[in-house]
């Protein structure tokens, strides 16, 4: 297994304009979360999906934020309408289902947005 | 609501020198504390974790003890090498899908 995948690693767009990410997590992981990084802070989180249901989503993210995960396996992340506030790296990481929190996530390389 | 507040970087250090990164948390449960590592172009990667107070985590000559009476999770490395350069964050989960960051600590090590 390669890990979780992002793609692209890297996007420029227009202020305005749509983006989708993709996230393949690791293929036997049944949690998938989407973090956002900005310059210089930690990831805060943004969402989380248990297998395809969608559990909790922050208050960070906008009604211009979608983020699905249709068969239980890769994810995508949508921005519409993007504005330069949403300029960051957007990571993903997915986790084993167990008793326990703790569990370690494992991240990808994310995908760094910049809005121009 | 839970926080974590880590000392602010970068940290400077040569070859061999000992390390010790601060971190101290707010949380109003009992929370599993993480140090997670980032190396240059590469995703964030948990270095180590303690589930309980007084636990120790330990991984690559790096340790970190959970004090509950201080709230801390200090980072330390008795002799970092070249390759410890990276960011390093520390990071809380109060039993929950949530994991909180903090902003992260650049370290160069210089040889």
């Known amino acids: 297994d390669t890990g979780v995948s992002q793609d692209p690693r890297h996007k420029i767009t227009k202020r305005g304009q749509n983006v989708t990410f993709r996230c393949d997590p690791i293929?036997?992981?049944?949690?998938l979360y989407w973090y956002r990084q900005t310059l210089g802070q930690g990831p805060e989180f943004l969402t989380y999906f248990q297998n395809e249901a969608q559990l909790e989503k922050s208050r960070l993210l906008s009604d211009r934020f979608s983020a699905e995960r249709p068969k239980g396996s890769f994810s995508t992340l949508e921005i519409q309408r993007t504005e330069q506030g949403d300029s960051a790296m957007y990571l993903c990481?997915?986790?084993?289902?167990?008793?326990?929190?703790?569990?370690?996530?494992?991240f990808g390389q994310g995908t760094r947005l910049t809005v121009v | 609501g839970d926080s974590v507040t880590q000392m602010e970087g970068p940290v400077t250090l040569s070859e061999e020198a000992f390390l010790t990164i601060n971190c101290t948390y707010t949380a109003t449960g009992y929370p599993s504390l993480f140090w997670y590592v980032q190396y240059p172009g590469e995703g964030l990667q948990l270095l180590l974790k303690?589930?309980?107070?007084?636990d120790k985590g330990s991984n690559k000559g790096f340790e970190a003890t959970y004090r509950k009476e201080t709230t801390s999770f200090h980072l330390e490395k008795g002799s970092v090498q070249v390759s410890d350069s990276a960011v390093y964050f520390c990071a809380l989960n109060t039993g929950g899908f949530k994991t909180i960051f903090g902003a992260g600590t650049r370290l160069f090590v210089k040889a």
């Open positions: 293929s036997e992981h049944n949690r």
């Open positions: 303690a589930t309980k107070a007084d």
């Open positions: 990481a997915s986790s084993p289902i167990g008793d326990n929190w703790d569990t370690e996530a494992f």
